[in-house]
């Protein structure tokens, strides 16, 4: 049987929520400043393999990089916490104070890395700098989501809110964009040593941009959520969840799984995986990645679209998780020869497209069946634990399933068992609209 999320906190009027604000000035404020935070987060990934190298000396090929990927979930492990602490901030004290805590937070922890010395200068402590500047980065992405989230949601109409949330993933999908970019063009034009030296910390050192950048837009955005006496926010939203949304929760983790399996493998370990198994110039794989991106950007627009035209966000999520379930292993097989990279790039979009329809259509649904009371935390946490568990152990995984099957293919069977149990625990999960 299907279960829901009950919901047992009182409505909010009209007059609790902020008046409708102009939709570029709202768009602009959640997307540009989640974006350059996931922005911050996952370009880690990009360099991974150099990062190794700089960070983790090693006798092995796969030795580094999987040092390097470890050090990548590690930001994962401060995600559940972030998500709790600022979760339960964005539903006591507004989306708006959360979000710009969250960014400088961000901001610290992509400074850290920039600035930390190599272990060739400063031996073991370099690796440790690293890892402190991932945990303020994880931190700072476990409340971002929620509360960037809640405010597109609880800031459009009922038939506009697919459309608003959408540009969540769009975001996440031009961070991804701008990363893969940024990955290619540097691998491009600098020399070996001039990478090594400076080139890497580039894409660090624009991150901070997230600072003025966020600051600025987010003071001219006015709150969604101010509770009268007919709403009062909960004194422990984190416990207030747990206790009523156990059954929704779990299935949430379910949902949240597939989409960011997607995410960290074909999106963000594909250049690496392509560079070392198919041996494509980083170059080509990198631009191959910002094309996906693109994809992922025009597909998630499409499903807001179509949320709100038609409804059923479970369906929709479902198709889309049906469709790249066929499509991944053909994506991967096909790399192996030059007469077929053409068809397996075609189904690597395939699969982002159905990511960007399935991440769309699985965020309306779990928010949309939450009370606005702990609309912040419930989908922080369901996201965190979520990414936590699946994306930061993703990279880990399927390096060391590499490692010690020799299968080129062992990823593409990992991600299509893991996107069956994430169909089963989609249809379990029971749709709501809540206000």
Known sequence: MAHALPSHAASVTPSAVAAPLPRAKLIAAASLGNGLEMFDFTVF??????????????????????????????????????????GAYADRAGRKAAMLLTILLMGLGSLFIALTPTHAQIGIFAPLLLVVGRLLQGFSAGGEIGAATALLLESASRGRRGFYVSWQVISQGGSSLLGAMLAAILHGSLSEEALHSWGWRVPFLIGLLIIPVGLYIRAHVDETYQPQSADKPEAAPVMAFLRSHTRGFLLGLLIIMSATLMTYIILFYMPTYTTRVSHLSATTAYWMGTASSAVLMISALFAGLAADRFGHHKRLAAVALVVAILAIYPAFAWLDSPDTQGLALLCRLTVVAALGMNMTAGLLLISESLPRSVRATGLAMTYAIGVTLFGGTAQFIVTWLLQVTQAPLAPAWYLIVMLCIGLAGLLAFQERHLD
């Open 45 to 86: 990934s990009f360099f991974a393999s150099l990062i190794g190298q700089l960070y983790f000396p090693s006798d092995t090929p796969y030795g580094s990089l999987l040092m390097a990927v470890a050090v990548f979930g590690v930001g994962f492990v401060m995600r559940p916490l972030g998500s709790m602490v600022l």
